[in-house]
């Protein structure tokens, strides 16, 4: 009879701990999942073109992380995308993308713009060559926020270790610009780099809200939703969850205008 009821404790046991494990593994994988939806009005997305080669751009890199730590997100939205034009056959800096080039170039032309240069800042847009003025700043975002916003983005994330999943949703309030798309776009906070190369050599930078994945442009022509599966790779897969988010725009093409956008972090 012990024997039998020692038994029956250890089942009794195993079962608690089976289920405890069981649910400790639904909270960690609903923790997870976060979601992020747009504001009822337009949101300003902040672009900063910018280089670890360039000497003038560490200023405006602080800016911009400050920028972002301390803005809500529902007013403003920083991204820094690294342009190439400043690497070499020596030295490269290790976030630039050729297509944050092309990127720059396409705004410039679809905006009137005449050349491109580091730092550059563009408000959902537009360039403003006085962004260090904070009255100049805030004037144009004040232009951009008290507008109601003609589309709604929802945005949705799972991780599972190195990988995650990303469900973007669209729906137009009204009738849109026909070259209306959208863009998605993963970042990363709290990055340093040992600068070899450029006019910083020699230099430790800090960054955030880098662009380390950008994904190619979807049409807008309605409703829809987006879904992507992205392998993040051995340095991202490892980076924490609180370092890492998620931006989603939706732009006219034509004009170079971003109409709305919205971010969220990645939960722990």
């Given at each position: 009879?012990?024997?039998?009821?020692?038994?029956?404790?250890?089942?009794a046991l195993l079962?608690?701990?089976?289920?405890?494990?069981?649910?400790?593994a639904d909270a960690a994988s609903a923790?997870?999942?976060?979601?992020?939806?747009?504001?009822?009005?337009?949101?300003?997305?902040?672009?900063?073109?910018?280089?670890?080669?360039?000497?003038?751009?560490?200023p405006a890199d602080d800016w911009l992380g400050r920028l972002g730590a301390a803005a809500n997100p529902e007013m403003i939205v920083p991204l820094a995308l690294h342009v190439t034009y400043w690497d070499s056959?020596?030295?490269?800096?290790?976030?630039?993308?050729e297509?944050?080039?092309?990127?720059?170039?396409?705004?410039?032309?679809?905006?009137?713009?005449?050349?491109?240069?580091?730092?550059?800042?563009l408000v959902s847009g537009d360039s403003l060559e006085d962004w260090s003025s904070r009255a100049a700043f805030e004037q144009k975002v004040k232009q951009i926020v008290t507008q109601p916003s003609p589309v709604d983005i929802g945005i949705t994330l799972d991780r599972m270790g190195g990988s995650l999943d990303i469900q973007t949703t669209i729906t137009p309030r009204g009738k849109l610009p026909p070259s209306s798309q959208a863009v998605i776009a993963v970042y990363e906070n709290r990055l340093s780099s040992n600068v070899a190369g450029g006019e910083n050599d020699g230099r430790n930078l800090h960054h955030d809200y880098v662009v380390r994945q950008w994904l190619e442009?979807?049409?807008?022509?309605?409703?829809?939703t987006v879904t992507r599966h992205l392998a993040l790779g051995d340095e991202l897969g490892k980076t924490p969850g609180a370092s890492l988010g998620v931006v989603a725009f939706v732009e006219a093409a034509n004009s170079g205008e971003v109409i709305q956008v919205a971010r969220t972090p990645l939960c722990e």
């Open positions: 009879m012990k024997r039998i009821a020692w038994l029956t404790g250890l089942v079962l608690f701990t089976l289920v405890s494990g069981a649910s400790a923790a997870a999942r976060c979601t992020a939806v747009s504001a009822p009005h337009r949101t300003a997305l902040i672009e900063l073109y910018t280089s670890e080669g360039c000497s003038s751009c560490p056959r020596q030295w490269r800096d290790r976030f630039s993308d297509r944050f080039d092309a990127r720059q170039r396409d705004q410039m032309h679809r905006t009137g713009g005449h050349f491109v240069y580091t730092p550059q800042i442009p979807v049409p807008v022509n309605g409703a829809l």
